[in-house]
C-alpha cells in the first residue's frame, strides 16, 4: 500500500479511492499505478487519517517544495482528514 510517495520536490499523499467522477481521461479507469508510484489503488479499506500522520512523521516535511494530496479518486472526499491532517 502506498501513502506516501516522492515525486521532483514534492511529498505526494494518497488518500483515497473514492470518486464520484468517471472522467474518461483518468488513469484510475486503466491501471493500477502511476509514473510515479507503483500501486496507488487500495484493496479493502483505505488508511485511516491516523495511519497516514504515522506515515508522513517518518519524512522531514521541510525538505518538500509541496505537499499534495492526492489519490486514485479525488482526495477531497475526504476533506475532513485532509483538513486535520494540515493542523
Known amino acids: ?32 499505478g502511476s509514473l510515479y508510484a507503483d500501486n496507488l489503488w487500495y484493496e479493502g479499506a483505505e488508511p485511516t487519517k491516523e495511519e497516514i500522520l504515522a506515515d508522513l512523521k517518518k519524512r522531514d516535511l521541510n525538505s518538500y517544495a509541496e505537499i499534495v494530496f492526492c489519490g486514485y479518486g479525488e482526495p477531497a472526499c475526504r476533506w475532513d482528514d485532509m483538513l486535520w491532517l494540515a493542523a
Open 1 to 32: 500500500m502506498t501513502i506516501t510517495y516522492e515525486y521532483g520536490d514534492n511529498l505526494y499523499i494518497n488518500v483515497t479511492n473514492r470518486c464520484p467522477n468517471a472522467c474518461d481521461f483518468c488513469l484510475r479507469n486503466n491501471s493500477t
